[in-house]
């Protein structure tokens, strides 16, 4: 039935009797116009879905911020027994395991872009960089399997008793090598953002004009000054763009971090200690809250990592539109 | 000085399997300008790329022959690609300032490639470049602004005085006024003529106006090859071939 | 002529350069080849690990309990199939439509803010994703697959429109031109020449999207939960391969872990078929 209708719809009406019936005009525009509105309706829903997010999470968290107030913002405490409720010790594990992250990855990131636009043949090029491409194919609970069965362990016998030895009066480095923790998840998330950076930086460096690097070459420059002159200099806020997108990549991914990062929800300086971020908190606490505060304020932690993430990946997509928007208009 | 800075002997230069210059021998004197003509896809940017050693840049491009640059072959053994092009300067199509640097720092960066950081030495060199460049009066008082907030005219004087600030005694030139206005292009000629006291120029040109206004020599490239080359009043008027003279008075091109 | 030229590096600072530039182009070299590893190395692993437990069992039965051996994740296999054919009911039509007025009507600023919109749905994190759903739907009809199948759908959507809307923008312009001129009304234009033009890179695109979708987590988590065993309708809690793996992960019972790399497993040579598949007919099309 409904596909007799859609053939008749569709197909069924030959060209030719359009043709030929120019004074139907009216049946012409009012296919045109079924049409226009269902597709402008389809694209503005996805506007509205943007909108119904914000509103009925901020709805669903308004318990939480008339109850706790400020000190849901302030306070590092997160206890159903006492009721007590605050998002910090969750934002410092969100903030500190994406920036450890995003430090790891853009030194590769930036350098794999470099090897492969400027200096690989291509036949090598192609197959590298395949290979870096399907690491953002690869699930987050696989990579979440892997970091909690192998990155971890790895870290606990071979790089943390080695930190330890020889950094182990420096803060950020001390207390039980467990291979969980904060620096697993930083190194597990640098992994899963690397071809995010490297891809959008390829982008970039890829719209900076040949001539560019002809100039340093023709002035006199060497492979690596050439890069840096004319690749790196130029393409620097198209570069940092890229790395803010990973960095909100970093900042939203839950399964991965939730497997690795030990789901602690205290503040601690040092990186080899359990920590817990906005996203892994959610993952581990919102199908079993004990109370409709304690959910309220989960929402709430929501919220906040949904604007944190739109605001950071709206500067991100502003910055690569402009840089984007600028080699086409200028040279 | 007298006598030949360039020398080319039996030059041919590919891409992949293309054979865009087909034994091209051709020699410059100081303080002299060459203009090399010929429709477009004749090899002659291709030629002149090979005379700083940045045609092998180009994936899939080499080329073979000899170039003596002041009496050194620049593709013997033993020479670097890097070293050739600090003594051979370029000047291309589009005027292409770095972005990211200011208009001081465009002219100086040769010069600190090069591995001078004294500043008096640096703004000393900067200054005679870009009043060599005529660019002086125009941009003194905002050397610290970045060199693309210039107009194109500008901006190619820029990378003249770029070139120029490393002395090199050799600036080649690839149709350096085609992307320009006519205003611009004449200030571009003038100072081609007057450069010629301090360096020799190879230009690369599709305007046959341009070629007659400034060069000495001029030499027609066709196909790859070298076709004619001799003193441009002569080239232009009586030309000894035949395809010469069909190209100067429009017969194809 | 006696030449001052010296064209061969022998400077001290040449040489330094010269060094540099060498070292540092083998520094990114290693930098490459360092990226190009976690891939290789997880791959390797996941499939080690998975293949052996790969056994008729894992595709047809049901978990057994903790502590004891054997069973599979036939309910996951299942519930994972069941919500990610529900979510393209939704999510392919709707984001195709969405993908489509941005290419063919959308110009000026209304269209930017909605491709602005749609870029940021994108980057919504997967968990908030969930939330949404948690308010929209599970508060009033519980846990379930159609809760679960509509927060996969609100990821796929944005991910299908742009990949439409890039594709269709691929289309000369003189083709619609072409169609308009005969008389055709534009809808017919879109429907009947534009798209069966590019259909084969659009189902790319799709197949894509099925395969980011597929591995989801975050937003089934609290939407459709998980199921230790088959799910009775599609209104009721539902297994699904990425919660059954992680739950197993957690477990700390050595033969769930087994079973939860078999899985992943799945999911990897899922996610793999349909990448290397898409790339071998962009290739192919291409050559």
């Keep these: 039935m409904v596909t007799e209708l859609v053939e008749k719809l569709f197909f069924t009406r030959e060209i030719s009797e359009e043709i030929s019936l120019p004074l139907k005009k009216r049946d012409v525009h009012f296919g045109d116009k079924v049409f226009y ?20 999470i901020l709805k669903m968290s308004w318990p939480a911020f008339s109850t706790l107030g400020w000190t849901f913002f302030t306070s590092a405490e997160w206890n159903s027994w006492t009721q007590e409720f605050g998002v910090l010790s969750f934002i410092y594990g969100t903030v500190i395991s994406s920036l450890l992250a995003v430090a790891f990855a853009v030194p590769v990131s930036v350098g794999v872009a470099l090897f492969l636009n400027e200096l690989a043949p291509s036949w090598l090029a192609r197959p590298l960089g395949f290979l870096i491409e399907m690491l953002a194919a690869i699930p987050s609970i696989v990579y979440g399997l892997w970091g909690l069965f192998v990155l971890a362990p790895l870290l606990r016998t071979y790089v943390q008793p080695v930190l330890l030895d020889y950094f182990g009066w420096f803060p950020l480095f001390q207390g039980p090598p467990l291979g969980v923790g904060m620096l697993c998840a930083g190194v597990l998330l640098a992994i899963m953002i690397t071809p995010t950076i490297s891809a959008m930086t390829r982008e970039v460096f890829k719209a900076i004009p040949v001539s560019h690097r002809e100039a340093a070459l023709g002035l006199g420059a060497t492979r690596w000054e050439m890069l840096k002159l004319a690749v790196l200099k130029t393409g620097t806020s198209g570069i940092i763009g890229a790395v803010i997108l990973g960095l909100g990549r970093a900042l939203g991914e839950t399964m991965a971090v939730t497997m690795v990062i030990g789901n602690k929800s205290e503040i601690h300086l040092s990186l080899f200690e359990s920590g817990q971020t906005m996203a892994s908190i959610l993952a581990n606490q919102y199908a079993e809250a004990d109370s409709d ?39 | 000085m007298d006598g030949e800075v360039l020398k080319v002997e039996k030059l041919n230069a590919y891409f992949n399997d293309f054979h865009a210059v087909k034994d091209v021998d051709l020699s410059v004197n ?36 000899n170039v003596w640059l002041d009496g050194q072959n620049i593709y013997g053994k033993g020479v670097d690609p890097v070293v050739v092009r600090r003594n051979v300067g370029m000047v291309f199509q589009k005027p292409n300032p770095f972005p990211g640097l200011s208009i001081f720092d465009n002219v100086a960066v040769g010069l600190r490639l090069a591995g001078v950081t004294k500043k008096s030495v640096l703004s000393e060199a900067v200054e005679e470049a870009l009043r060599k460049s005529a660019l002086w009066t125009e941009v003194k008082d905002k050397l610290k602004k970045p060199g693309t907030g210039l107009s194109g005219g500008q901006q190619q004087r820029l990378c003249i005085a770029r070139a120029l600030a490393v002395k090199p005694p050799v600036i080649l030139m690839d149709e350096p006024t085609s992307a320009l206005d006519p205003i611009s292009t004449a200030k571009i000629e003038e100072l081609i003529v007057e450069l010629k006291n301090d360096v020799t120029v190879v230009i690369v040109t599709h305007n046959m106006q341009q070629a007659s206004r400034i060069s000495g020599r001029t030499a027609f490239f066709l196909l790859g090859e070298l076709i004619e080359y001799g003193k441009t009043s002569k080239i232009f008027t009586k030309p000894q071939n035949l395809k010469t003279e069909q190209y100067i008075t429009g017969r194809f091109g | 002529m006696a030449s001052k030229l010296n064209l061969k590096v022998t400077s001290f600072t040449d040489r330094k350069r010269k060094l540099k530039s060498q070292l540092i182009i083998g520094v990114l070299l290693f930098l490459a080849l360092l990226a190009c ?18 056994d008729w069992a894992f595709f047809t039965q049901l978990p057994k309990g903790p502590g004891e051996t054997g069973g599979g994740m036939a309910n996951a296999i299942l519930g994972s199939g069941t919500m990610v054919l529900m979510c393209c009911l939704l999510g392919i039509p709707w984001g195709m439509a969405a993908g489509i007025y941005l290419s063919e009507y959308g110009e000026g600023k ?44 609100v990821i796929m959507l944005p991910i299908v429109a742009r990949s439409t809307e890039e594709i269709l923008k691929l289309i000369p312009n003189h083709i619609r031109e072409a169609g308009l001129a005969l008389g055709i009304p534009r809808w017919k234009v879109i429907l009947r020449i534009l798209v069966p033009g590019c259909v084969g890179a659009l189902v790319t695109g ?24 088959f799910a009775d309708s599609l209104s009721q809690p539902t297994a699904s391969l990425p919660v059954q793996i992680y739950n197993f992960a957690k477990s700390g019972f050595p033969d769930l872990e087994r079973q939860a790399w078999a899985g992943a497993l799945i999911l990897v040579l899922f996610v793999f078929v349909i990448n290397f598949g898409t790339r071998a007919f962009i290739y192919y099309k291409k050559s």
């Design chain 3, 37 to 54: 590893f976690p891939f290789l190395f997880i791959s390797a692993y996941v499939i080690s690990k998975g293949i052996g437990s790969l």
């Design chain 1, 37 to 56: 509105y269902l597709l402008k309706g389809a694209s503005w829903g996805i506007v509205f879905l943007l909108l119904a997010m914000v509103g009925l």
């Design chain 1, 293 to 331: 505060l304690q959910l309220a304020a989960l929402t709430a932690v929501g919220l906040t990592l949904f604007m944190v993430s739109l605001i950071i990946n709206s500067i991100a997509r502003f910055i690569v539109w402009k840089v984007e928007k600028g080699f086409k208009g200028g040279k």
């Design chain 3, 206 to 229: 799709v197949m894509l999207a099925i395969a980011r979708v597929a591995g989801e987590t975050a937003p089934l988590l609290f939407t459709a939960l998980g199921n230790q065993f």
């Design chain 2, 30 to 65: 100081y303080h002299e300008v060459v203009a090399l003509i010929g429709p477009s896809g004749c090899g002659k940017s291709t030629f002149i790329r090979c005379l700083n050693r940045l045609h092998e840049e180009v994936p899939g491009a080499r080329c073979t022959g």
């Design chain 3, 110 to 153: 209304t269209a930017r803010i909605l491709r602005f919109a749609t870029d940021l749905l994108t980057s919504v994190p997967s968990i908030v994703v969930g939330i949404f759903i948690y308010g929209l739907i599970v508060i009033y009809f519980g846990f379930s697959a159609h809760a679960g199948a509509t927060a996969l759908a």
